[in-house]
């Protein structure tokens, strides 16, 4: 559905306007997850387990229950059991029984801080104490709180009889491997005897946080009639609106949510944790119920991604040409299956043309928070380890880095190392953007380094709706059911204004209810801008056609005479007589030549254009203490085509931020009993505007052929290459190779000296 | 439980409220008052979505116990636009698209107001420094810093 035009002359989109939603939210009006309520709401709360694993033998409610100012108590006994079962969905999946026990334990609590009840009362401080008049016998169990452990043999199961999905050999009878995946190409013993240099290493990262702003949120109203309203803080409320169906086990029907503005999600706010049991509470009580997580409770018992330990290996030639890789990717999926593991094999050596590969992962589950979505779900740890890797071997040769990723770049034609080749991509140019960049060329001072990584996402298509009319007055209005987490409503806008051919100030987004607007799937996967807007442009084009055709009839002239020219219906054909007529005077007609124009439009695109980045990262690190400081910070990503450069150049910056802050300072700190030890910020610490320099970037722009506009998703690419990045940065500072993150100033600070101390090698 | 009263002036306004002995400022305001736009992010004043001007000084309002409030003024979020008018750190938010998902925008622009009123020419690393203990998540900062140094390139310009 390409115009097949990239010449087009765009007259709104490329502009930078300030977004619909902006002055809502500079002054404090726009109403977030937990700005909701309604007369005679009370207060939901979670009570969570002192556990890191532990057996459920029985719960006693009946003091809780008694405590004046309680209204509901409930447990797993009032959900419906959802057995635990796989559905495969795209390269990972679904289980709606993890998913209940994720918001509720059932049979056995999982990770510390795993919720078992909940309790609404008029106050939270009532609620809380009530918590604590729970009665529960647990059987305390070895928690697993390791790759290592988990794999034991002897190791504690976490799921008794769940089966090892994926391919490759399977483990014998019970184990934590939850899910494998195998990806094979040509032959890798004989890729590997014609490689002159190979590299390998050993690599960590650790479970990592999302670190959203706003802590989850909701409002939920069982009604007399059995109908649900909710109000959410998520990225997706027709997500939300059938898990509350499959947990809590309403009639779908019943059910309308409505996303609030959302404070940040980065995919954490794809799951649900509050909403089946705000309704469960709401339909016990008979009132209103709000349920809102402290920020301890969203580092306990929220998102986080997977933490890792990866083996790989790449062979070259002489000249550079890459020959071989092989990589053993392990993941931590955290109490519940569904890690990235699959996605991260798919894009770990998907830049690069290798020719021999395998690359196996594995998941296994432990008694740590289950994971989300974040960003780019697992690319950004399997580019830390090939990155890092290709970083060496372009030490090793004597290369420049950028122009050895340029030899080996994918493009055009190329197959993604899981099968299908690629269309269009921009990658070689990207990486041609950073070797021009000033950045690249800047010189170094004492105990500085640069590094610089590559990354790849696939970006996602899926199912998205949009509705577009016109006023009487000829502005228009635009309903989609994407929250609008980052810009969108201005994007949907300038697509709508782009195909009217009106300013983009007289265009108004508006984000709906699962009630008012045709399904979308979630905002995530970069494809908001991509699916959404194509649903936008092809709803826009058909009011143009009746646009057009009431201007016909007004001329009383043929639909074919009719063209549509910057917002005017101009007649050509023999009949240019007529002249043109403005959107503003046809609307004001709607009433006389047909009513209302109004038209939508769903898409269900199957693929996306893939987005390519690379980043330069500049720092300096203190030998004294350790302590790193980032001094210049350039991305350039290929974008297709930006709608909005504004919003295009924050994804890049804030995608960079994560990965810097990925990098040198976040993790979860756990103690023996597997007890996060830093569920705050203050102690994990993302990074502050002190922390960061300003972040420069490149938009390269090669036009995507499956959308309209050439667009390409952008939001999760910016935080793929930063890991690799800043290790690369590291080792051009210090001389040192990190295995393991973050590379915080302890770390930094004893592997400079055990590096100048070879007794310690 | 018995309740506190409370005399403050908010956001130029004479307000009387009731609170409990343990509430947060940051409670009153949101739940008490329905002043929603002062966001919680931590209640540990880690994240400065809180941030609220307590008799001049900018403090993260979860760590101010409602009932502190007594006799004292408060400014806000909401009494930050001058009428219908942004100030220049409101209208250079919108210009530099300085936010993406919004909840840490508020405590960011009490927090640059209250830095350009004691700092009317700060460098980028005085302001990198002031706003260190307002999180945002989305954006690198990049813009918001940008940002907050034009709004006060027009404010010197509006003044001179």
């Known amino acids: 559905m390409s115009d097949g035009n990239s010449e087009r002359k765009f007259k709104q989109v490329g502009s930078r306007p300030i977004r619909h939603d902006g002055l809502d939210k500079v002054t404090g009006r726009a109403r977030f997850g937990a700005d909701y309520t309604l007369p005679g709401t009370l207060q939901g709360v979670f009570v969570r387990s002192p556990h890191a694993h532990a057996r459920i033998l029985s719960i006693d409610t009946s003091k809780a229950e008694k405590l004046p100012g309680v209204r509901a108590v409930i447990t797993a006994d009032d959900f419906p059991n959802v057995p635990m079962k796989w559905i495969p969905s795209g390269p990972t999946g679904i289980d709606f029984g993890a998913s209940s026990r994720t918001v509720m334990a059932r049979e056995k609590v999982l990770f510390h801080g795993h919720a078992f009840a909940a309790v609404a009362a008029a106050t939270r401080e009532i609620a809380e104490e009530a918590g604590k008049l729970i009665e529960v016998e647990f059987e305390v169990l070895k928690p697993v709180l390791s790759i290592e452990e988990a794999l034991a043999p002897d190791a504690p199961i976490l799921h008794e009889g769940q089966e090892v999905q994926g391919a490759g050999d399977k483990p014998e009878g019970d184990s934590n491997i939850t899910n494998q995946v195998l990806f094979e190409g040509g032959e890798l013993d004989a890729g590997f005897a014609e490689a002159d240099v ?69 995919g954490g706010k794809i799951p649900v944790y509050l909403e089946p049991a705000a309704v469960l509470l709401s339909r016990k009580a008979g009132r209103p119920v709000k349920m809102t997580m402290t920020r301890e409770e969203v580092f306990r018992g929220t998102g986080p991604t997977s933490g890792s330990r990866m083996w790989a290996r790449i062979g070259a030639k002489a000249d550079g040409t890459f020959v071989a890789a092989e990589t053993r990717l392990e ?225 009383n002239i043929e639909l074919d005479s009719v063209e549509w020219q910057d917002g005017n219906a101009v007649a050509i054909n023999g009949s240019a007589e007529k002249g043109s007529m403005s959107i503003e005077e046809i609307a004001k007609q709607n009433r006389m030549t047909g009513g209302p124009v109004v038209a939508s439009a769903s898409v269900n695109p199957p693929a996306a254009g893939p987005g390519f980045g690379v980043h330069v990262c500049d720092l300096e690190v203190d030998p004294e203490t350790g302590t790193t400081r980032v001094l210049r910070y350039t991305v350039a990503q290929d974008a297709g085509k930006a709608i909005h450069p504004t919003y295009v150049e924050g994804q890049y910056q804030g995608g960079a931020a994560q990965g810097i802050g990925w990098a040198l300072n976040e993790e979860y700190l756990w103690d023996e009993e597997g007890r996060v030890e830093n569920a705050g910020f203050l102690d994990y610490r993302v990074p502050v505007a002190s922390d960061l320099p300003m972040i420069d970037t490149i938009i390269v722009e090669v036009a995507n052929p499956l959308h309209p506009y050439g667009v390409r998703g952008v939001g999760e690419t910016p935080i793929v290459p930063p890991l690799g990045t800043v290790a690369n940065a590291m080792r051009d500072a210090t001389g040192v190779r990190f295995h393991r993150l973050p590379m915080s100033p302890p770390r930094v600070l004893d592997a400079i000296e055990s590096a100048g101390d070879p007794s310690k090698d | 439980m018995a309740k506190i009263r409370v005399e403050a002036t908010i956001n130029g306004e004479e307000v009387e409220f009731l609170c409990v002995g343990q509430e947060s400022l940051l409670e009153a305001l949101r739940d008490g008052l329905g002043m929603t736009g002062t966001k919680e992010g931590c209640t540990t004043g880690d994240c400065g979505a809180c941030s609220i001007v307590l008799d001049g000084r900018l403090v993260p309002s979860c760590l101010v116990l409602a009932a502190e409030a007594d006799g004292r003024t408060v400014e806000t979020i909401e009494g930050v636009a001058e009428g219908t008018k942004l100030t220049p750190v409101q209208q250079q938010f919108l210009e530099h698209g300085a936010l993406q998902c919004g909840v840490c925008t508020p405590g960011f622009i009490v927090a640059a107001e209250k830095l350009l009123e004691t700092n009317p020419d700060p460098t980028e690393e005085e302001a990198r420094y002031y706003l260190a203990g307002n999180l945002c998540r989305c954006t690198g900062y990049d813009k918001i810093i940008k940002a907050v140094l034009e709004a006060a390139a027009v404010m010197r310009e509006t003044r001179a």
Request: with cysteine; proline share 6%; charged share 20%.
């Open chain 1, 198 to 266: 190979v590299v390998e290493g050993l690599f960590e990262t650790p479970m990592v946080h999302q670190g959203y702003i706003e802590p989850h949120a909701c409002l939920a109203n069982a009604r007399e009639d059995g109908t649900i309203e909710v109000w959410a803080s998520t990225q997706g409320a027709f997500g939300v609106k059938s898990e509350i169906a499959s947990i809590s086990g309403a009639d779908p029907n019943s059910i309308k949510v409505t996303p609030t503005e959302i404070g940040g999600g980065f």
């Open chain 1, 331 to 555: 993941f931590e999926s955290g109490a519940f299956r569904g890690s990235p593991v699959g996605a991260a094999c798919m894009t770990i050596l998907t830049p690069y043309e290798i020719p021999n590969f395998r690359i196996f992962g594995l998941e296994v589950v432990l008694n740590k928070p289950r994971v989300a979505a974040y960003r780019a779900p697992g690319a950004p740890i399997g580019a830390f380890a090939a990155e890092s890797l290709i970083d060496e071997l372009a030490r090793k040769l004597n290369r420049d880095p950028v122009d050895l990723r340029l030899q080996n770049a994918i493009e055009e034609g190329g197959r993604a190392k899981y099968g299908p080749p690629f269309g269009p991509i921009g990658f070689k140019q990207t990486l041609e953007a950073v070797k021009a960049h000033p950045h690249y060329k800047q010189e170094l001072g004492p105990n500085q380094g640069r590094g610089v990584a590559a990354g790849f996402w696939f970006n996602a298509g899926m199912q998205s709706s949009a509705t577009v009319s016109v006023n009487d007055d000829g502005s228009a209005i635009v309903r989609t059911g994407n929250p609008d987490i980052g810009g969108s409503r201005a994007s949907m806008a300038l697509m709508a204004a782009e195909e009217l051919g009106i300013d983009v100030t007289r265009v108004r987004p508006i984000v709906g209810d699962t009630d008012s607007v045709g399904y979308c799937d979630a905002t995530g996967g970069s494809r908001v801008t991509y699916a959404t807007g194509m649903a936008v442009i092809e709803a826009t084009r058909q009011v143009v056609d009746h646009l057009r055709a009431r201007a016909a009839t007004i001329w």
